[in-house]
């Protein structure tokens, strides 16, 4: 039914200034208030509301291409929408900091068996792990399409009050020189650590990204 993900909005009180934080940290010019990846569009929306992650599309390239509509995800309160903005098809793009597409979105939730349903039975998403992670109280789920994935967390000990979509990963192809061009565009960052996965390296983002947890990741 869906191709892939198609675009992310991030709700933020002054576009203008969100735009050229986002131009810098991604290396890509942008066309309107998007920004496109080789698999997601990045789109910014002006709210009074506290900025972040407001709302995910998944991509129906058989609705008319600039059309959307809602999904139904009663069950967890979150925005979804099937889309038609891009092309299904995974695109090469050149980036001045390398990063070329985000790696994964993560969705804090309260109920993991909820997400289970949506995402996987009702949206067809391919669940490629369910893990329960017993020395911090939780459970993650890691839902895979159109090369990205949907990060699930539910934390047992501290449930949040509501599901909210929480932070993004970015791919980048030299983490080293990724690290550099940021530098260059005086983007604030911590050091360069190894990843979870093993051979993957990462570092967090800690400017020009509106507040929303963001890490850029070199893949193995």
């Not at 889309?83 to 109920?111: C, F, K, M, W």
Request: with cysteine.
């Amino acid at each position: 039914m869906f191709a892939a993900f198609d675009r992310a909005y991030l709700d933020i009180p002054s576009p203008d200034a969100a735009l050229n934080e986002y131009t810098s940290l991604l290396g890509i010019a942008p066309q309107g208030n998007c920004l496109s990846l080789s698999n997601l569009d990045i789109c910014l929306r002006e709210t009074a509301g506290e900025p972040g992650i407001a709302g995910l599309n998944l991509l129906d390239d058989d609705l008319a291409v600039g059309t959307e509509q809602a999904l139904d995800t009663a069950a967890l309160s979150i925005a979804m929408a099937a889309s038609h903005h891009r092309d299904p098809e995974y695109r090469q793009i050149n980036s001045a900091t390398g990063i070329y597409a985000v790696d994964h979105l993560v969705l804090q939730t309260r109920d993991a068996d909820a997400c289970i349903a949506l995402f996987g039975e009702q949206l067809g998403l391919r669940l490629a792990l369910d893990q329960k992670v017993p020395e911090w109280g939780g459970r993650m789920l890691f839902f895979r399409h159109g090369k990205m994935t949907l990060e699930v967390i539910q934390n047992l000990k501290e449930p949040p009050v509501r599901d909210f979509f929480w932070g993004i990963t970015y791919l980048c192809h030299d983490i080293d020189q990724t690290i550099a061009a940021l530098d260059e565009r005086t983007v604030a960052h911590s050091p360069i650590r190894t990843g979870r996965k093993p051979g993957t390296r990462v570092a967090t983002i800690k400017s020009h990204t509106l507040g929303i947890p963001t890490l850029i990741i070199e893949p193995a």
